[in-house]
């Protein structure tokens, strides 16, 4: 039987997670490092490449069901869990609508193979919609698929840095494949990046949204670390207190914005319901979410791959098993754990579990750093807290 990792919490605080029980929630599988769009904040364009651009091999996505799913199974005989092992399935880029439809169509029979030895498996996939087309949308139905569109918002909103790579927009075509989903009723979510052009358009991108009909619309904030691509705290909270309060006056709001529903969720508010799942940041859940790199590097997160020091392991190379024995899991774990002193005196540190790891990566000399957005995310909680109160 494998081993599970033992993880010290290397903090003198209350750990934010236990790893002892460490599971896997969901896997970015980057179907292919290529995209007809060259979005010019896009962490993978500005990240160092350490390969050459490819498509995934099919290696790697059978070697890692079946890694995973041993896992699971070694994972939950040892704690005595009566619960069939499952995985979120996240079709990843690039683009990953650019490989083809009949390489769907191979990676899903890999997927069968696995479900039939007892993995479940639901699909979703981040696509930027320019490529979705009628074969696509009936193999999407066929498969159950979840679907998110990457869309910032209106014509220019959108333009200002979603553009091909001969520096032509992509809103239309973007539409275009939101249209097709609309028209026969498929359920879709968004996933809009806030930049600098977005500041003090909040009512435009707002009604936007409400005009397109996404079930839920995810923001978040442009970053490339401590580069002129990050988008400023300082926007970042202008932008989001002003949305929430559009947001919020909507007696029925046509779709949901996932931050501050789980927000809410987490200060107790009445009006929403119990949620199955909340956002890693929130969760306390880090590393559950892994990415799969198209030459089979693995990372302990989506986030963190623009950053090759942060690879754990290759599933060429080793199991899953072992990825997450060695060092570089171990190490990247116990540092989640790590974080200032001054996040325990927070108001508001039972709500962002102190920020996003890869916003707060440890300094140079190891030492722990507070979340890039550190600032803005307090005032975002705090602005939602009030409103919850004067309920």
Not at 316 to 340: C, H, Q
């Amino acid at each position: 039987m494998n081993r599970i990792p033992d993880i010290q919490n290397l903090s003198p605080f209350p750990p934010l997670q236990d790893y002892q029980y460490y599971d896997v929630f969901s896997a970015v599988f980057k179907i292919s490092d290529l995209c007809n769009l060259h979005c010019t904040y896009c962490y993978r364009e500005n990240a160092l490449q350490t390969h050459a651009l490819q498509d995934m091999d099919l290696e790697i996505i059978d070697n890692m069901l079946a890694s995973i799913l041993e896992y699971k199974q070694n994972l939950y005989r040892k704690y005595g869990w009566n619960k069939t092992p499952s995985l979120y399935f996240i079709w990843h880029g690039g683009e990953p609508l650019i490989v083809g439809i009949d390489r769907f169509q191979a990676i899903l029979s890999i997927q069968e193979k696995y479900r039939k030895q007892g993995l479940l498996i639901d699909n979703c996939i981040q696509t930027n919609g320019t490529l979705i087309n009628d074969d696509f949308l009936r193999l999407f139905k066929k498969e159950h698929f979840r679907i998110g569109v990457s869309i910032d918002g209106p014509r220019e909103i959108q333009d200002a840095h979603r553009i091909h790579k001969n520096g032509k927009p992509s809103f239309d075509q973007t539409m275009q494949g939101i249209s097709l989903l609309r028209e026969c009723d498929y359920p879709w979510s968004a996933i809009s990046v806030i930049n600098t052009e977005a500041i003090g358009h909040e009512k435009e991108i707002h009604a936007f949204f409400q005009e397109q009909k996404p079930f839920e619309v995810d923001f978040t904030p442009a970053f490339f670390y401590e580069t002129d691509i990050s988008l400023p705290p300082k926007d970042y909270s202008s932008f989001m207190i002003k949305l929430f309060d559009i947001w919020i006056s909507e007696k029925n709001p046509v779709y949901e914005i996932r931050f501050f529903k789980d927000v809410l969720y987490l200060l107790g508010y009445k009006e929403i319901p119990d949620k199955s799942s909340v956002i890693c940041e929130l969760s306390g859940k880090c590393h559950r979410n892994i990415s799969v790199g198209s030459n089979g590097d693995i990372y302990s997160c989506e986030c963190l791959n623009s950053k090759p020091e942060n690879r754990i392991g290759n599933i060429l190379e080793k199991s899953f098993s072992e990825i997450i024995l060695d060092e570089p899991f171990v190490n990247m774990a116990g540092n989640t754990n790590l974080y200032r002193s001054e996040c325990l005196d927070c108001d508001v540190f039972t709500i962002c579990k102190a920020g996003c790891y890869n916003r707060r990566l440890p300094a140079e000399d190891g030492n722990p750093k507070l979340d890039f957005y550190c600032d803005a995310r307090k005032e975002i909680i705090r602005h939602i807290k009030d409103y919850v109160v004067r309920q």
